[in-house]
């Protein structure tokens, strides 16, 4: 698999900048990992360089959720508690998305598939080339998600703490100045969401590395050198 390695990555442009390099069939590659493992914030920033779209089902069912549709409505209740929004309604999603134009070469799931039923289902529609496991201990990871905002006007992940905009209150990515706060970000949903990592999503850790595409890199560090583990697994 062919990647460009940015030349510069630098952590408060969530989008590497360079021309897509991704000549191949259709393959698709999978960002695995608990809850603010950095999953988005790492598809942002690699994005140009596998040339594959980010679809993230946390951002298809907000989507939903704000748009009031049936899957929205049903979604709402399971998201609010931390819990998976049952798989048919996931995999259903995932389906009408791969249909897209921009879906022909293969996606970049984030935060899909999160159970044995959902992986199967997507060995169905497309081939998984890697699947990138991005690690972080439990104790981090509150306060990560707690201290989580993205631009409302194209998404760019940013943190209290951690990564925040380099100039107050305006985006580093589009210069727009909305900011928006997750309702699961808080610490009560994020321990639900942890117990349903653990227990339901984890296991396919061993599913996806008896087939020799899963790749495990430390996500408590610094985000860029994170990216360039992630572009080197992906080569
Ligand atoms: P979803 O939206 O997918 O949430 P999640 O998996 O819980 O993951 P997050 O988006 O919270 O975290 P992330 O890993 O993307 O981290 P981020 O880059 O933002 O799902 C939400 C809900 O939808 C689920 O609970 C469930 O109900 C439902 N759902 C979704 N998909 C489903 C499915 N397939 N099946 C069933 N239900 C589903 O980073 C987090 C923060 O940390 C940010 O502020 C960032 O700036 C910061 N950060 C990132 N990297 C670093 C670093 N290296 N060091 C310090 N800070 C960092």
Redo the contacts with the bound molecule.
Sequence with gaps: MAILRPSVVSPTRPTVKTEAVYARGMESIVLF?P???????QAQRIMDSTGLPQV????M?RAAVSAGTPTGIEAKK??DA????PDQV?IDLIKDRIKEPDAKKGVMF?????TVP?AEALADITTVSHVISIEVPDERIVD??C??YTCAVCGA???DS??PTSKDGTCDSCGGNEFKRRA?DNAETVMS?LEAYHNQTSPLADWYDSKGIFHVIN?D???NL?TNDILDALK
């Design positions: 990992g809850p603010g493992a950095g999953k988005g914030t993230s089902t946390g951002d069912l399971y998201m931390g819990q998976l929004v996931i984030d935060g899909f598939p999160r959902q990560r998600i201290g989580r992940v940013y943190h951690f990564k699961d969401r996500g560090r610094a985000i994170i």
